[in-house]
């Protein structure tokens, strides 16, 4: 390796910081940047100095975003009385791909894991009841959509919960349906079983 | 996939096109990236730029170098009259992870492979010959590294009757030991095997 001009090496090196990338995919994906156009490596190069400058988070549903609100929550043909709460962007991600869903997101940035030290103030899930206080009357259901695994379902409960809490709130709380095999993550679930899970929500 | 911030969008995009990584990984890789340093995305974008700049072949030995002569090609302490013609870099590579070879190399750039329209013009060949011409005094001995497979075994056969046609020649022609397994890819062979088909290599 060392025998590897410096831009080749340290961008192999780069790659295999990647999650899901070893030394040998690394290496591959190295040689393979020689053989792009020069315009292709030069338009990544300015995303990635752009990437975390332009990328912020919509400050009503906390999807990642260019403007102050994201093109879901300013799309005037979306539902806000429903709001999805998702644990990520990829989440959100996967509802979207199917183009039936219609309401809106909140995405928590995380899941209650106490193992690894995340607790309900580390993700957005006081953003979320803010939102709700706020928008009292607007938002008629909350739908639960974290995963559904350990964690996944702490969150789900410690969220129900505090919606409770809310005096005056008449918004329905629901939790998709499991449909969704146990233990998996939603984030590889084909939009069928998305959909499924979505018309099946019951009372949480 | 729309509601994705641009510079998130296009390097997700970017992702997809390389080999091995399908749409998922891509997303994956992308929001990844938002969690790095700032300061390792600007050097990734940095290499990125001067890749192509930067890296271009040794003029001995068409291996990937910063400088006109490559780092192996410009060391004294390497034997130049053993040189291993490989088909790519790669190859070269997993050569030099075990660092028990002292010789020099050639790097073909490809191997003759008449159903993907490759032929012998267009792999380093004419240079491999011309470099023996010149030096023919020097070069004692030169080892054929292509892969153990049928385009591997045809370049092989190729150069060993090219050298053989040179006037005055007297530098000995080897052929890797079949220690590795026919069908196999260089490439992807653990540094001992490659170490015993040195030490098997037959006259060809």
Redesign the interface.
Known sequence: ????????K??ID?FE?????GP??A???G????R?P?Q?????????????K??RKCTLCF????NEI???CSDSKRDKSQVTVVE???D??SF??GNQYTGVYHVLHGRIDPLNYIGPDDIYIFQLLERIKIAKEEIQEVILATNPNMEGEATAMYIRNKIAEIPQTTCKITRLAYGLPIGADL??ADYMTLQKAIEGRRSF
């Open positions: 390796m060392n025998t590897l001009p410096v831009p080749l340290k961008l780069f910081k990647l999650p899901a990338i040998k995919t290496k591959r994906l040689f393979y940047l020689l792009m020069q292709d490596l030069e338009e990544a190069a300015q995303n990635l100095l752009n990437l975390k332009l990328v999807n990642l975003s260019e994201c093109s879901i990520d962007v990829l959100l991600l979207e791909t984030e590889f």
